[in-house]
């Protein structure tokens, strides 16, 4: 597996990008972008799970559902989620499609399309068809970059890479953009991811390989299936590779690549939280099971008080245990024990059958100090386990959202 | 029905209250209280369903299952909630009744123990001690507002009221008090209610009037029963009016006043909450049943994104539908409509048929820039209603949190 973090979108064979600045909502950025697939690619697709979805998102289900295995296009656009904007959204998102089909010949169930931003606003469609001629004409296999910036709404750096995979047969490449300025948690700001792979896969295999992969990156920095009324994450395959992931071991390869690229871009996410100075992994281990586990870092993950303790760097683990006991997940809390560190093994044990151990305060600190820290709480009472990414809850993010729209 | 806004749980007859500066946690400020009822009360109890409790909690537990029908003392300190800090704690808190009741000249098992503060220290038994011996020698029936001082953390105004309930055989007087600092969504810090009355109720009728009251009131300011290792809320009826309350008529005018002073106290907890600048109330109606438009309302409620949205005067409505999209309850986003407004019926409709209605920017961000508004979200689909209460999430909240213990 070679990695490439300068990759991205355009690292795989028959991907080219277009980008323009269309005035959508701001004047002095790219706020379009296109992406296309020379040959046809198969898709998978996960979308929100929110109940009020945006225009783009019932589009795109009901393409996918017509059209899964010949994809040609993506269209994104930042500045305006297309959200809550009714028939005449609609039509806004199929005129996209419809453009984007014109300007790139192909038909236009071969186009997919994303929208981030404000919600509640119509797009300015002059503008957007205006930028999707526009970005047509830039078409290149190197602006694969200037997609992912394109799609940047509050995030403060574009999020892309790539990863090259070597198989029996040959090397694949797979890349991938990835944007979600929010806090993530609890109320993430749209999630978009856009993956691309070279390698040629059926559409059936590749949904699978997307879940898992979603599984084990962008849901574990989400909250219970909790999503924005835009999440979409896509993953491209378009064969130009001529390789085929076909037998286990290639998909098992195949896998590790996607997980590891997935995992990367869904944590940038976190890194770039809207106003997040931390970093921090949380491991809860020894419950009933998996889902018990994950239910219970979430709440840790998403604790307003937590949040702001990790941001005032005060090792306030009782806030941890507190919270942890409002996951509705029975446990005994004379059994739980709770360590920090910024790496495994953890350093610094805090937590013992429920209570404090002899530490010193200093060393706590120390910990929640650090850019990057991890916390580990165990209920000592059963195989599962759940992993989650979070940040810190601070001054800044309140800065960000107390005034988006203005 | 009178109103008493600087009445106390010393207002009914029969109750008298002692405080102490112990010095638990601050130099400066009473953190100790002691609340005694002359004639024995019967008692109520609602607490916390975190799967963490507190030792006083536990301890309480066990009383009320022995004896709730002639408790003579509450003894609450602040500064410290005894909480993760097993045997130790709990012989504490065992401790502090012992204390109690020899100060008082009353059973141990009479005596009700109440602590709110930082978890996951043990509390400083000689200042404790102390604290009740010095407040034994200041019982008074005036103290009453001293004890809803010195049961304070981060609040920045004591909570207390009563009020005075005409009834065909004669007058029972209500008295409360309140405490609870925490943004309270969704992570609130200790919520401590404790109410007094001299009228005479049968403990199970008592129970049950507690139980309506507090799914009125302070349950409507907490999530989905998301509490805090601490919280408790007490009702004792110690019948020194010598007034009974045991027929439909009756019950329902002290249900009234009941209802009331426990709105009126959990209010006061959202009012003075951490950083809190405004307080919204958020109402739900046409879901399928009651508990939808109660999920619906605490998720829009405990959303970060629209508190922030609260705290800049930014009428960003989308945030509100999306938070209620992510509720986990099925609904037709086409269907919904939002008003806002300051005063019922509500001066502004933002979105109808799920999009929005023609209506100036500067007439919503007037309302949201008001210190109290409404938020009226509407399913079209349904029975069910739910009214909640929360406050804006600001800088200070922040400021507060992220450096609690120093």
Request: glycine fraction near 8%.
């Given at each position: 597996m070679e990695w490439n973090p300068d990759g991205s979108v355009t690292s795989p064979s028959g991907f080219e990008v277009g980008t323009h600045a269309s005035r959508i909502k701001?004047?002095?950025?790219?706020?379009?972008?296109?992406?296309?697939?020379?040959?046809?690619?198969?898709?998978?697709?996960?979308?929100?799970?929110?109940q009020v979805v945006a225009a783009p998102v019932t589009l795109d289900r009901a393409t996918l559902l017509a059209n899964n295995s010949a994809i040609q296009a993506v269209v994104v656009n930042s500045g305006?989620?297309?959200a809550c904007t009714g028939a005449t959204g609609l039509a806004n998102a199929q005129q996209m499609q419809i453009l984007t089909a014109q300007a790139l010949n192909c038909p236009p169930d071969a186009v997919l399309v994303l929208s981030t931003g404000v919600i509640g606003v119509q797009l300015p469609m002059d503008r957007v068809a205006g930028g999707i001629t526009a970005a047509a004409n830039e078409m290149s296999a190197q602006h694969g970059p200037l997609a992912a910036r394109a799609i940047m709404t509050t995030d403060t750096v574009a999020k892309h890479?790539?990863?090259?995979?070597?198989?029996?047969?040959?090397?694949?490449?797979?890349?991938?953009?990835s944007k979600g300025s929010g806090m993530v948690h609890p109320d993430m700001a749209t999630v978009l991811g856009v993956f691309t792979t070279d390698a040629d896969i059926p559409v059936r295999d590749l949904q699978r390989m997307l879940d898992t992969a979603v599984s084990r990156s962008f849901n574990r920095?989400?909250?219970?299936?909790?999503?924005?009324?835009?999440?979409?994450?896509?993953?491209?395959a378009n064969g130009a590779s001529g390789i085929p992931i076909a037998d286990s071991q290639t998909i098992a390869l195949f896998q590790q690549g996607l997980d590891r690229l997935f995992i990367h871009l869904a944590q940038a996410i976190v890194r770039d939280g809207e106003g997040a100075s931390k970093f921090?992994?949380?491991?809860?281990?020894?419950?009933?099971?998996?889902?018990?586990?994950?239910k219970i870092a979430n709440t840790i993950a998403t604790s307003a008080l937590v949040k702001t303790a990790f941001a005032g760097s005060d090792a306030n683990w009782g806030r941890i245990l507190a919270a942890a006991g409002r996951a509705g997940i029975s446990f005994d809390q004379n059994q739980v024990s709770?360590?920090?560190?910024?790496a495994d093994p953890l350093a610094l044990q805090l937590v013992?059958?429920?209570?404090?151990?002899?530490?010193?305060e200093a060393d706590a600190a120390a910990i929640f100090a650090e850019p990057e820290f991890k916390v580990w709480?165990?209920?000592?009472?059963?195989?599962?386990?759940?992993?989650?990414?979070?940040?810190?809850?601070?001054?800044?993010?309140?800065t960000i959202n107390a005034d988006y729209r203005t």
């Open positions: 701001y004047d002095s950025r790219t706020d379009l972008a296109l992406l296309h697939s020379t040959p046809p690619s198969a898709c998978a697709a996960v979308f929100t799970r929110n305006n989620a297309n890479a790539a990863v090259s995979v070597s198989l029996p047969a040959g090397t694949v490449t797979i890349g991938g953009m920095i989400s909250v219970d299936g909790d999503t924005s009324t835009n999440d979409t994450v896509l993953l491209l921090v992994e949380i491991t809860v281990t020894g419950a009933a099971d998996d889902s018990a586990a994950h709770l360590s920090i560190g910024v013992q059958g429920g209570t404090p151990v002899a530490y010193q709480f165990d209920l000592h009472a059963g195989p599962g386990t759940a992993m989650v990414w979070t940040s810190d809850l601070t001054h800044d993010y309140v």
